[in-house]
């Protein structure tokens, strides 16, 4: 069943056109990536779909359109920028962090807590169940009494994730997941937005700018190349595909991907006089 459904999507900046009538689909409990050089127009993409940027065309949630859908069925979340927001105090514990973010969907209203109404006694308890629950599943069991702040990045990662799943919703959006980790660190969370599927049905668009960070965890990708999709498909395919080759290899930023996927052909060596000059 397709939960997100993009058709002819087209941002444009003035002159520019950042995305250009890209359409493509996203099945209910799968993981699809969303992949690219620099450029392409992916974090404009996810701004459409977390709705921070207007566009042309049409993005469908479960078959509504996304203007139409409670914003709890949607989670979008920047890995790769500051995770600054994570708490409401610099010293606040990851329980405390995540617990906020689950008192944020409550319905007892501020006066409520603050005269600690039972109604609100009750829903601070389903915070705190909810919160280790989400903690559990995300690894964190052992750091709930830890400052979020202490942590090293990964593990800041998974509270902003944790705390990006307290309202349940159907999909989650993550710009870049393995941003700024060390290679030891990128592996296990691309294993726990694996985890994150299964345990709480949610299927999950990952925006990378690597296709082989996110090749092994994800069920079909999409490539964007200076705003339309040039393809999509599994990503065993897509590895050897021409127009993807041809994207990689003439951009800047591919580095190290296009040395680690075996697939592509790798750039041919500089000679060794240019290289002295650089």
């Given at each position: 069943?397709?939960?997100?459904?993009?058709?002819?999507?087209?941002?444009?900046?003035?002159?520019?056109?950042?995305?250009?009538?890209?359409?493509?689909?996203?099945?209910?409990?799968?993981?699809?990536?969303?992949?690219?050089?620099?450029?392409?127009?992916?974090?404009?993409?996810?701004?459409?779909?977390?709705?921070?940027?207007?566009?042309?065309?049409?993005?469908?949630?479960d078959g509504a359109p996304l203007g139409d859908v409670d914003r709890c069925r949607l989670a979008a979340v920047d890995l790769a920028g500051p995770l600054e927001n994570l708490a409401?105090?610099?010293?606040?514990?990851?329980?405390?962090?995540?617990?906020?973010?689950?008192?944020?969907?409550?319905?007892?209203g501020l006066l409520a807590t603050a005269l600690r109404l039972p109604v609100a006694r009750r829903e601070d308890r389903r915070a705190r169940v909810r919160a280790i629950e989400l903690a559990e599943t995300l690894g964190l069991q052992d750091l709930l009494p830890r400052p979020v702040a202490d942590l090293p990045l990964g593990m800041r990662k998974r509270v902003e994730i944790a705390r990006a799943l307290a309202g349940g919703p159907k999909l989650l959006l993550l710009d870049e997941p393995a941003a700024g980790l060390h290679r030891d660190e990128v592996a296990p969370v691309l294993a726990l937005v694996g985890r994150v599927r299964h345990a709480l049905d949610v299927a999950v668009l990952l925006l990378e700018h690597h296709l082989h960070v996110v090749g092994d965890v994800c069920d079909r990708l999409v490539v964007l190349d200076s705003g339309r999709k040039i393809a999509e498909g599994k990503p065993a395919q897509l590895t050897v595909h021409p127009d993807v080759v041809r994207a990689y290899l003439g951009a800047h930023a591919f580095g190290e991907a296009a040395a680690s996927c075996t697939e592509?052909?790798?750039?041919?060596a500089a000679p060794k006089r240019a290289r002295a000059r650089a």
């Open positions: 069943m397709t939960l997100l459904r993009l058709r002819d999507v087209t941002v444009r900046f003035g002159g520019l056109t950042a995305l250009d009538r890209v359409s493509f689909d996203v099945a209910a409990g799968t993981i699809h990536g969303l992949v690219g050089p620099n450029g392409a127009g992916k974090t404009t993409l996810f701004n459409c779909i977390s709705r921070r940027c207007r566009f042309d065309g049409r993005i469908e949630l409401l105090s610099p010293r606040a514990t990851v329980l405390e962090s995540v617990m906020n973010a689950v008192h944020a969907r409550n319905r007892s592509l052909p790798r750039p041919a």
